[in-house]
């Protein structure tokens, strides 16, 4: 089976094109193709399909198997592959999810795209729809306890479920500690992403996050996104705002008018090869 290995800030997977290859078991080979020191070391495995209502389809899996909503990071080189490898011819393209159909515009150099702004749709506040076990209308600035110690959490959907909390410093957080004990928190009946933040200024922030069935990821960009939004939310930020992860930037736009959040950043092929 052919795949492209692809990165957006470092937050890699592997991908196969699913127009040419047949996946039977994706849960299983997200599992061994994940594996940095068995495999070919990924945080997850992206299948592109046929799509009866967008020019592709994208079906993810983390590096444990369990299926995924969304990815920003992954759907920009999704948008990539289909343009590099001519699987559509056009700088502007919608790709299905399990999050909806995403509107994605592509920025080309010398034939090849070098980075996409992707229209992520609008946050989803209410509890029941994150999901969360919350109280009020929206959990913004909430109380919860985790490992013994009280923080204060804003959850947001980008179409998959996130926790952003911030923190005075992102550098000394012990991560490896507590992003699982958010991740199997009670309070989310489906995981949650958790993402710690630190505030520079309303238009610039840093993240670390935790991604459920992946651990620590160099980036996320749903995650980014809802921190765009939660700083709303927590008049912490602005509409548009610089987010530095570990891999690198993602500009993120909360559009008032539309109430769409829109997210640009990179895409990059690593490299391709053959697995059995």
Known sequence: MKFTKMQGLGNDYVYVNCFQETVENPAELAVRISDRHFGVGSDGLILIKPSARADCEMEMYNADGSRAEMCGNGIRCVAKYAYDYGLIDKEELDVDTLAGVKHIRLEIADGKARQAEVDMGEPVLAPEAVPVKAEGPMAVDEPITVGGREYRMTCVSMGNPHAVVYVEDVDNLDLEAVGPLFENHERFPQKVNTEFVQVISP????MRVWERGSGETLA??????????????????????TVHLVGGDLRIRWDEESGHVFMKGPAETVFEGEIG
């Open 220 to 241: 996320c960009g749903t995650g980014a996104c809802a921190v765009a939004v939660a700083g709303v939310l927590n008049k912490a930020g602005n509409r548009e705002v």
């Open 203 to 206: 238009s610039e922030m840093r």
